[in-house]
């Protein structure tokens, strides 16, 4: 019961003390983690296989494109005096 004692007065004495630099070096180390400083690996631990990336080509052509069927124009009779909007 003796730890637990000088924990509280530790945190009663210094408390806020901690607390200030606990927040200052939080921004450090929201950095080290999102630039991966967290999960690299260290010199000693040696990778067994690389990676390999196989890439798989289609040897079978697709088939051709349908021909163009080019359609007649048909005339659309229209009268001279209509429009599509009151003038």
């Given at each position: ?65 349908p021909?163009?069927i ?6 659309q ?11």
């Open positions: 019961m003796v730890g637990l004692r000088v924990r509280h007065a530790v945190i009663r004495d210094y408390g806020l003390y901690i607390y200030m630099v606990m927040v200052w070096l939080s921004p450090l180390l929201i950095v080290w983690i999102l630039t991966s400083g967290f999960w690299r690996r260290s010199s000693r631990q040696h990778s067994i296989a690389g990676v390999q990336i196989i890439i798989v080509k289609p040897t079978a052509k697709p088939p051709p494109v021909p163009v080019p359609h007649e124009h048909i005339p009779p229209h009268d001279d005096e209509s429009q599509s909007f009151a003038a």
